[in-house]
C-alpha cells in the first residue's frame, strides 16, 4: 500500500490470468503476518516509552521499521548506551508487558491530540484529525497503525542488537512473541553447547574461556 494525495493505494502483483479496469477484487490479510507484525509495531511504542522513561526526555525517535520478524527503532542518542540501561530498559518494556494494560485508541482533532502531551513524530505532516494510541499510563502517541487490544499480548520483548547509524543516532532491534521465545530458546541452546564442549557449568564459561586464553597466550609466548 501506498499513500498518494490523501488516498491509500494498493499496488498488486497479478500472478494468473489478468486484470482490468472495473474489475472486482478480493483484498485478504494475511492473518499469521499481521499478528505477528501488530506485536512488533505495539512493542515499538513500549520501547520508546522505556527509552525516554530510562535516557531522559531529550530521547527522540528517529525512524523505525516493523514487520513480522522484527521491530527496529531508530533514536537521537549523543553515546552509546551501556549493557546495564538496556538492560534496564528490556525489564521496564516486559514489565509493562506484564501489567496487561489496556490499548486505547481515539481519533480527534490535531489541537486536541496536542493538548493530551501525545508524542509526535518530528517532521511528520498531520491532517486535521489525528489517531493517538494510549497504552496503560506510560505512553500516549500520534500513530495511524494496527495494535494489540492489551499489552499483556505481546507476550515478551527481546532486545538482540543496538549500535550507531549516524552521527548521535542510535539503533536498537527487538523480538516479540514467539519469535523472542525462540531466539531465547537458541541462545540456551548455544550456550549449553558451548558448556558441554568446555565440561563446565554455564555459569562457569567466562572464566573457563578466560583460563584457555591464558593458556593459549603463554604457550605462544613459550
Known amino acids: 500500500t501506498q499513500k498518494h494525495e490523501g488516498l491509500v493505494l494498493h499496488k498488486v502483483k497479478v500472478e494468473n490470468g489478468s486484470i482490468a479496469p472495473g474489475d472486482k477484487v478480493k483484498a485478504v490479510v494475511d492473518s499469521l503476518r499481521r499478528s505477528a507484525t501488530v506485536l512488533h509495531h505495539s512493542s515499538a511504542h513500549i520501547f520508546h516509552a522505556a527509552v525516554?522513561?530510562?535516557?531522559?526526555?531529550?530521547?527522540?525517535?528517529?525512524?523505525?521499521?516493523?514487520?513480522?520478524?522484527?521491530?527496529?527503532?531508530?533514536?537521537?542518542?549523543e553515546r552509546q548506551p551501556t549493557r546495564e540501561e538496556l538492560s534496564d530498559i528490556e525489564s521496564m518494556m516486559n514489565l509493562w508487558v506484564r501489567e496487561n494494560a489496556p490499548v486505547q485508541t481515539n481519533v480527534m482533532s490535531l489541537e486536541e491530540a496536542k493538548k493530551t502531551g501525545a508524542v509526535a513524530m518530528f517532521g511528520e505532516k498531520y491532517g486535521d484529525s489525528v489517531r493517538v494510541v494510549g497504552m496503560g499510563d506510560f505512553s500516549l502517541e500520534f500513530c495511524g497503525g494496527t495494535h494489540v487490544g492489551s499489552t499483556g499480548d505481546i507476550g515478551l520483548v527481546k532486545i538482540v542488537s543496538e549500535g550507531s547509524i549516524s552521527s548521535g543516532v542510535r539503533r536498537v532491534e527487538a523480538?516479540?512473541?514467539?519469535?523472542?521465545?525462540?531466539?531465547?530458546?537458541?541462545?540456551?541452546?548455544?550456550?549449553?553447547?558451548?558448556s558441554e564442549k568446555l565440561k563446565v557449568k554455564p555459569q562457569d564459561l567466562a572464566p573457563q574461556i578466560e583460563r584457555l586464553q591464558d593458556q593459549m597466550k603463554a604457550k605462544e609466548k613459550q
Do not use: C, T
Open 175 to 194: 523480538y516479540s512473541g514467539e519469535r523472542a521465545w525462540n531466539y531465547i530458546q537458541k541462545q540456551i541452546e548455544y550456550l549449553g553447547s558451548a
Open 52 to 77: 525516554r522513561e530510562r535516557l531522559g526526555k531529550h530521547v527522540v525517535q528517529a525512524g523505525s521499521q516493523v514487520g513480522p520478524n522484527a521491530m527496529r527503532f531508530d533514536f537521537s542518542f
